[in-house]
């Protein structure tokens, strides 16, 4: 039998009627953006919505969540980063780096993602060629030159549209809003890695200590992963109470000077064979060393402050493993994602507040003034997913409070 195949001719022709169908559907005209002075204020401004380039996407926010790291080192002032010679981290851009949406448009050379399609956005590029970069690890390019983050060196996703390299795309599963894959995009996937690196399994005894986002993440993906028992350990009074209604952890400690004691009471003299600090504090740190088991390992995920501890009682003669970790690669990002979604788990129990984005300056100051969960910020006809409620942790359905509609 002969088969005749089709002339080049005819494969470029489709290929380019393809990718003038996709840009022509980019929406245009401007957009709004939410610009950090710096002084503790958040400022709407006005863009122009881009157009994807080659291997790039368009993506229509659903929902940006307000990190940390936004307070911490642009919101209050400033601040700079290693590999930065002391220039600041925030190049004046859209700031938020936690995004989540819907691809509106697509550039020429995009293959895995096309229009239509739900994404999370890992929140940095590198430059691709590096070893970290080839292993999935953007976050840890060592190429500054060609490494930009959403939000601090590129335009970000405290707007109505972002555009993002296709390459930072990560699959928003079934059963997942947007909300979802804006926590999942930051705080879920630091605290899959940070848990990943302690090997924390089935069985097992795990302490949080700070149960801001980050901390909530790693409860529930503490039991994701096989915990048995979550103890947790935060300083607020408030926001102890908000974890409490979450069910995600079976017990909470106070974090003053009996913390330690408190949770070797409620383990029996033992200690937790995991222990995580994600409060980023001098304090918190010694908690997660002297409160974990003989043998135990230690995971440091808190951004700032300092380790400080005695060495041979604590460290030593425990026989403990220390490990460090910042963000998770892309590939652990998607991981995470599939996951969270196979067990019917919402990450969205964490938020505290949503607010659309017209009122950034608010949000902004909520979750500076420690926010008892998360701040996510929702564009104005962001595009919603038409998802039944969904299980969490306990196995109850829950719906985030907040006044904007679910997205």
Known sequence: MTTTAPSTTAASTAASTEDATRASSSPTGTMQGVFLPGDGTAELRTHDVPTPGPGQVLVQVGASGICGSDIGFIYHGYKTHKGLDGAPAYQGVVAGHEPSGRIVSAGPGVTRFGVGDDVIVYHIQGCGRCRNCRSGYFISCTDQS???????????GHAEYVLVDESTCVPLPDGLSFVDGALIACGFGTAYEGLRRTGVHGGEDLLVVGLGPVGLAAAMLGRMLGARRVIGVERSPERIEFVRATGLVDDVVLA?????????????GVGCQVTVDCSGSTPGRLTAVEAAAEWGRVGLLG???RLETEVSDTLLHKQLTLTASWVTSVQGMEDVARMIAADGLSPEIVVSHRLPLAEADEAYRIAAAGATGKVVLI??????????????ADGSTHDAAGSVPRA
């Open 146 to 156: 060609n490494k930009a983050s959403y939000g601090w060196q590129r335009d970000g």
């Open 256 to 268: 003053d000077g009996d913390a330690v004691a408190n949770v070797l009471a409620l383990t029996d």
């Open 303 to 305: 951004e700032g402050g």
């Open 379 to 392: 564009p104005a006809g962001a595009p919603v997913r038409e998802e039944a409620g969904r299980r969490v």
